[in-house]
């Protein structure tokens, strides 16, 4: 299925947006379709926190600090899973995972950067 794979992390201001990616060019789409997906982050010297995730069937989760700011959706016909940041804080700053679950197997991509600055 091959792992995960991040994008479109960077700087920005505060009060600013991002949209970060997560493909899976290698998986076939009924497996994309059975998957279970989360955007984690991990700040330095923080534990790693699950920002928001959608289940196969379509039910999304936000954690409180970015609920009404945070929008996690699927494409299915592009394999891909995107987070859309706005109103974004220095709080926010972090290293942004992705996670594939599907069944007992759980995949993570190589994480992207992203920097709030104030």
């Known amino acids: 299925q091959g792992q995960p794979v991040e994008s479109g992390g960077g700087l920005v201001q505060d009060g600013g947006s991002l949209r970060l990616s997560c493909r899976c060019p290698?998986?076939?789409?009924?497996?994309?379709?059975?998957?279970?997906w989360g955007w984690y982050r991990q700040a330095p010297g923080l534990l790693r926190e699950l920002v928001a995730s959608?289940?196969?069937?379509?039910?999304?989760k936000y954690a409180d600090s970015v609920k009404d700011r945070f929008t996690m959706s699927r494409d299915y016909a592009r394999k891909t899973v995107t987070l859309q940041m706005n109103s974004l804080k220095p709080e926010d700053t972090a290293v942004y995972y992705c996670?594939?679950?599907?069944?007992?197997?759980?995949?993570w991509g190589q994480g992207t950067q992203v920097t709030v600055s104030s």
């Open positions: 959608i289940s196969s069937e379509g039910n999304v």
């Open positions: 996670q594939r679950h599907l069944g007992s197997q759980v995949d």
């Open positions: 290698r998986i076939i789409s009924s497996v994309f379709n059975q998957c279970d």
